[in-house]
């Protein structure tokens, strides 16, 4: 979950619905500097955070009951392996891309957990036989990961409300392109984004989020319970060029 305090509680968005987002921002993309593989790497776009642990216990709380935000969440090796098979039903090309984005959250967790260190390995072996399937270059799957990789970056500065006031810049990433991109909010709410990647000089994107005023649960299942009977109030951005 990606969770922001608000004066009445929380506003809780889905990591699920950040992916959905991030696939809205991909497809605003100018369709000459789309990578290969196009509609696969949407898809692994799209469920790039899928696979994730059930609602049982405390798996979604924090120590005091709150939502637990996805920066204070531990990492799951079977969260990640589940998510790679789930790719790999749909097309290897698909799996390799969430490959390389284990690989890229957490190389640098290296030598803490062996089974960690275990599946990173395994993963290196894995890339190197996806793309050999599609006889992909290495330049290739990186420019549609790091493609992944800047959209996904993108939805996380809109999610977690990082836009600055008074429209200040905030880099977002560094693109495919390997430009580094900024992003900032003019005084009429409209989006900016520098260089502009896009095809058409305006768009709008949207997302839901879950607004609760209850502070503290028990459980996860009182949290499940309270976002499924929660408000629910649709966020948009409109880009302009």
């Not at 798996?59 to 789930?86: C, W």
Request: glycine residues 6%; aromatic residues 12%.
């Amino acid at each position: 979950m990606i969770v922001t305090t608000t004066n009445t509680g929380w506003r809780v968005i889905h990591q699920q619905a950040h992916g959905l987002l991030a696939m809205q921002l991909a497809l605003r993309w100018k369709p000459q500097n789309r990578p290969a593989r196009w509609h696969e790497t949407l898809a692994a776009l799209l469920e790039h955070d899928d696979g994730q642990d059930a609602w049982e216990g405390r798996n979604h709380l924090t120590d005091a009951g709150a939502p637990l935000d996805f920066h204070e969440l531990e990492y799951s090796v079977e969260q990640m392996k589940n998510m790679i098979r789930i790719g790999l039903e749909k097309s290897r090309w698909n799996a390799l891309m969430l490959s390389m984005h284990t690989t890229f959250l957490y190389t640098e967790k290296r030598g803490e957990d062996g089974a960690l260190d275990e599946f990173l390995d395994q993963q290196k072996t894995n890339q190197t036989k996806w793309r050999k399937t599609y006889g992909a270059t290495v330049a290739e799957a990186r420019y549609a990961y790091d493609f992944l990789q800047w959209c996904d970056a993108l939805s996380l500065v809109l999610c977690q409300d990082l836009l600055q006031i008074e429209e200040r810049r905030l880099e977002v990433s560094k693109g495919p392109d390997k430009i580094p991109y900024f992003i900032y909010q003019r005084t009429d709410g409209s989006v900016g984004l520098d260089p502009w990647p896009f095809a058409t000089g305006e768009f709008t994107v949207h997302i839901e989020s879950y607004q609760l005023t209850q502070l503290a649960f028990t459980d996860d299942a009182e949290l499940y319970n309270a976002l499924n009977d929660a408000d629910v109030a649709e966020l948009s951005w409109t880009f302009r060029e």
